[in-house]
């Protein structure tokens, strides 16, 4: 049973899974028998749908709206979902905005939003999660792990990048967020780690892949050949969930069909 169900009987929560690959990550923790919760901040329809989805392939899963950029309603999205699930196993950190511009025109508005949805979202719903980990300890039944915290960071957590410098900035700053955190809380058991999706078909990059012009530029990135698929980041994590991956914390994988691999230099340099 625990073979093709991995996660059975744990709990977890994947932040921003209305869309893209928080509904790609949710579905498939909710394949892998965890029960899922669901975080939206405004398409609640769209997180209906999701939690619709995961209980028509038999899983189990709630909605649980929340701004992860706001303490108060992080902490009392956590107390919903233990009051209804007892407790939590998995942290997927997913929630994420661009607000693009250059350098010279950008607002104090743009940086302290991608700052605050993508870098302090992620720190407030990490502490809550280590807290509540720590607080119940290693169940062996469920995993060899006290939980795990996944954040979903960017190959721009090293990868400069022009006119996203707010962006790139919160993925830099998830980098050390997630290794330091990874450090202190070893010892209690607690497994800490990133995704880093390279390009990956969703809303949040649309313009970068929905004309064949757009798409033919962004694959001279990608050595492997192709866009990523939501469902490819959905895989590694619950991968990175699973006991499977039981010796590895404070790393992150990249998931980015080799865009981190130089592809200008293949024929110059
Ligand atoms: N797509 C890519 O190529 C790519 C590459 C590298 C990294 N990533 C990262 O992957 C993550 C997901 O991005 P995506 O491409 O799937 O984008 P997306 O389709 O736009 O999804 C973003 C999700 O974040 C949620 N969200 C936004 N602000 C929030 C807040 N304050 N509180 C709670 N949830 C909030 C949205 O919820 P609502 O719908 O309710 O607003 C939505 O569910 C982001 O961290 C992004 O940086 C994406």
Redesign the pocket.
Known sequence: MKNNKPLIDQVALV??????????IAMAMGNAGAKVAV??????E??YRVVHDIKLSGGKAMAV??????EDQVRAMYEEIVNEYETIDILV??????KDSNFTDMTLEQWQRVI???LT?AFLCAREAAREFIHRGVVPERSKAAGKIIF?????EVIPWAGHVN?AA??GGIMLLMKSIAQELAPQKIRVNSI??????????RA?WETPEAEADLLRLIPYGRV?D?DD?GKVAVWLASDESDYITGTTIFADGGMLLYPGFATGG
């Not at 950190?93 to 661009?98: I, K």
């Not at 880093?196 to 990059?205: D, E, F, M, S, Y």
């Open positions: 932040t921003g899974a209305s869309s893209g690959i928080g509904r790609a975080n939206y901040v405004s398409s609640e769209a997180a709206r929340a701004d992860v950029s706001r950190n997913n929630a994420g905005v661009q605050d949805i993508n979202g979903i960071s960017s190959v721009h962006y919160s993925k880093g999706p390279g390009a990956i078909k969703t809303r949040i990059n970068a990523g939501p980041i």
